[in-house]
């Protein structure tokens, strides 16, 4: 009795014992802050801590026995549960994270663990499921992914090159600023380089490390650095030296900018500012040298008058006028380079332009070389005088031709429409209009030394041997352009080729009537050379007049002798091959007829007839190239 | 014969004039700046005036507004070797401020002196 007792008094200490043990293990497992479930083989529950039915707002007893499909729905179950819990009961442990909603808590992200649980015979049984919230640490992890992000972008997107190197030199790090700026496309290729290789000069770094080391960060100003395709940049770097907890360098920090733009503003203005000067100083010049030229012809012509004519000295009193001719042609150009002289413009389709002057470009074009045009249909008006646009064109493709004479080659010129916006960065000064025309002749010839090309717009630089032309041409063409408020700006590589771009402001409105007085005036315009009159009569129409173009005899003669629409004047080209001058005199004296004529002849043409010019008829006489300007003036005075 | 008052201030230039006007029997009065030809304009006997533009002590410009104030009937040919006074060259200026004619030099003395003789009305010999 007493053992069965004793027994009996074992026995319940046991159990209150194992009481007491569960109670502990219940309210560890209660209070575990994972939701903990027992599974069994038939996706049902068999046991959930407190964790578990506070989340899902249950009691206990309601939970048990039930099945997961009918807890998380039949879906969720069938597509995201079922298949971890079978591969867990094939032995392994099965880890994942997912997001799902809990009645209490509502969408959360959870790691969910699940544990086979095998009996001593190795059978599993059951499984332990241990759903752990972590969408708090899900946060923050993403908060760190966002930022590492914002820094990526920053560095990445900034104009600035990164670089991170050992004490060595060899990169560590680079950037995509700093593979932009290098032209380099092999990212991983760059991380196998020492910084040493992109120095020009040798040794510079080693100079500018020594520096870093004694003050840790150092701006080092220019340096030139070679590009993958062995270009040399200018670039400003900045370094800085990081040392670690003994003190000794860890690595260094580079920080490198392009400067090359910086550079190329400077030098332009540099350059627009050593032009200005010239252009006072000879322009100066040029006006004295008028006032010189006015007295060497006032006496030549006043000899004239006292020699017999076809006298020996009456032709060297010639050849004197003919050196002043040629004289003030220069000190014309030197007064166009200094843009002293008024350009009369008119609104002007510079398309039509450019293309007639590659019209008459082709007409006489040396062989082996080839033009290549690329210009819109639409139109593109500029204020400007054709004449002289027809000059900057011509003695553009001129110069391209001499630099291709040697060995051929391909001349492309386009034109395009560019907003003024980019023209402003372009350029970097303030703009005048909203658009602007862009023209482009870029030719395959010799091309140019850097040095060379510092030095192409000032006068009397010439590239071509002494005799060869007087240099003003591209002086010239700069002070016109510079005159319209356009820009002309040239890119050159020895032996590769030489483009200059040219930049002129799109006119929208009509200017100011007045400098158009003539209107209603009518011209007979005796055509010469196809392209170079078409030119002339796109000025002239522009300026107002109404023209009446031929370029045969017939016409002429039908012209003067049909009274209603008789011409106010006319102008006549010398080199209009189908009119003789002497065909155009003799039409005037059978006709009796008393309109004005303005002639144009090329400055070496031999003396026109006489009879032409004694008649009274001529009012003018205007030597090639003439301007808009010039020829205005000649129908002005010549009709007033 | 009409009188013909030749503002210059390049002497070589003036003389010239002198000498080609003279001999088309011009009288022939020369300044040598715009203040003098302002200080001693001579209404009466000047019919005409060549000026230059660009001068010390007064330039043509002034010398334009000056006498046609003096005289509105003055007839007046401006001449000029370039260069530019703001958006304008000093011989657009000049034809703006009433100039009859303008001339760009170095310009051919008998268009000149033709252009003289029409603005006076001078019968052409040659």
Redesign the interface.
């Known amino acids: 009795m007493a053992e069965n007792k004793s027994d009996s008094t074992d026995k319940t200490e046991v159990l209150r014992y194992l009481e007491k043990e569960k109670d502990i293990s219940d309210q560890i497992i209660d209070h575990s802050r994972s939701m903990i479930t027992v599974i069994n083989r038939d996706y049902n529950y068999e046991k959930v801590n407190a964790t578990f039915c506070n989340a899902h707002k249950v009691a206990d007893e309601s939970v048990v026995g039930k099945s997961l499909s009918d807890v998380w729905g039949y879906d969720t179950f069938n597509r995201f549960i079922k298949s971890n819990i079978d591969l867990c009961f094939t032995g392994k442990t099965v880890r994942y994270e997912a997001a799902f909603n809990t009645p209490k808590l509502g969408k959360r992200y959870f790691e969910v663990i699940f544990r086979p649980i095998s009996t001593g015979t190795g059978e599993i049984t059951h499984l332990l499921a241990e759903t752990t919230d972590i969408d708090d640490l899900m946060q923050s992890k993403r908060a760190v992914i966002e930022k590492e992000e914002e820094f990526r972008t920053f560095e990445t997107n900034l104009p600035i090159g990164f670089l991170r190197l050992d004490p060595g030199g060899n990169i560590l790090h680079a950037n995509r600023a700093f593979l932009r700026i290098m032209e380099c496309h092999d990212e991983i290729s760059i991380t196998r380089m020492n910084i040493r290789s992109f120095y020009v000069e040798e040794g510079l770094f080693d100079i500018q490390l020594d520096q870093l080391l004694d003050c840790n960060t150092k701006n080092f100003g220019r340096v030139y650095l070679k590009n993958c395709n062995k270009d040399e940049i200018p670039c400003r770097i900045t370094g800085y030296v990081a040392v670690n907890d003994e003190g000794t360098t860890a690595y260094i920090d580079f920080a490198i900018e392009d400067s090359s733009r910086e550079l190329m503003l400077e030098n332009r203005l540099q350059q627009a500012q050593k032009l200005e000067t010239i252009g006072a100083l000879a322009g100066g010049i040029a006006h004295d040298f008028n006032n010189i030229l006015a007295t060497i012809s006032g006496y030549a012509e006043m000899l004239k008058e006292d020699l017999p004519k076809n006298s020996e000295n009456f032709d060297k009193v010639g050849r004197i006028q003919a050196a002043v001719t040629r004289g003030r042609s220069i000190t014309n150009q030197i007064l166009t380079f200094s843009r002293q002289v008024d350009q009369e413009k008119v609104q002007i389709n510079v398309s039509e332009v450019l293309k007639e002057t590659i019209a008459f470009v082709k007409s006489a074009m040396p062989s082996g070389l080839v033009i290549r045009s690329r210009i819109p249909k639409r139109k593109a008006f500029v204020f400007a005088d054709p004449t002289q646009l027809f000059r900057v064109f011509l003695n553009l493709m001129t110069n391209a031709f001499h630099a291709m004479e040697e060995k051929g080659g391909l001349l492309t010129v386009s034109l395009s429409v560019v907003e003024g916006k980019i023209v402003k960065h372009e350029l970097n000064k303030d703009i005048v209009a909203d658009e602007y025309v862009l023209i482009t002749f870029k030719d395959t010839g010799k091309g140019m030394e850097p040095s060379l090309i510092k030095r192409i717009f000032e006068p009397f630089f010439t590239t071509r041997d002494v005799g060869k032309g007087t240099g003003l041409g591209l002086s010239v063409i700069h002070g016109i352009i510079t005159e319209m408020e356009g820009e002309i700006l040239v890119s050159s590589k020895k032996d590769i080729g030489s483009a200059f771009i040219i930049y002129l402001p799109v006119s929208k409105k009509y200017t100011d009537p007045s400098v158009r007085p003539d209107k209603r005036k009518k011209i007979l315009f005796l055509t010469g050379n196809k392209h170079e009159s078409r030119i002339l009569s796109l000025a002239l129409e522009g300026s107002g007049y109404d023209l009446i173009k031929i370029n045969n005899s017939e016409n002429l003669i039908k012209v003067m002798t049909t009274t209603e629409d008789h011409p106010d004047l006319v102008i006549y080209m010398t080199d209009s091959k189908q009119i003789q001058q002497r065909e155009l005199a003799a039409i005037y004296s059978r006709l009796k007829i008393s309109t004005p004529c303005i002639l144009i002849t090329d400055p070496d043409q031999e003396i026109m007839e006489e009879k032409l010019l004694n008649s009274g008829i001529i009012k003018q006489h205007l030597l090639k190239p003439v301007s808009l300007r010039e020829i205005r003036d000649a129908i002005q005075s010549s009709i007033s | 014969m009409p009188g013909v008052l030749i503002v210059e201030d390049?002497k070589?230039?003036r003389?010239?004039?002198k000498?080609?006007l003279a001999?088309r029997k011009f009288t022939v009065l020369e300044a040598e700046n715009g203040r003098d030809a302002i200080v001693h304009f001579k209404p009466s006997i000047t019919d005409l005036v060549v000026t230059d533009l660009?001068m010390p002590d007064e330039d043509g410009l002034k010398v334009i507004m000056k006498l046609r104030e003096i005289k509105p009937s003055i007839k007046i040919i401006a001449?000029s070797?370039?260069?530019?006074a703001g958006p304008?060259?000093y011989?657009?200026l000049a034809k703006a401020l009433g100039a009859n004619?303008?001339f760009?030099?170095?310009?051919?003395?008998?268009d000149l002196i033709a252009?003289i003789e029409e603005l006076l009305d001078v019968e052409q010999h040659k």
């Open positions: 390049e070589e230039l003389e010239m004039l000498i080609s001999r660009i001449i070797g370039g260069g530019k304008g060259s011989l657009s004619a303008i760009s030099k170095p310009f051919s003395i008998n252009r």
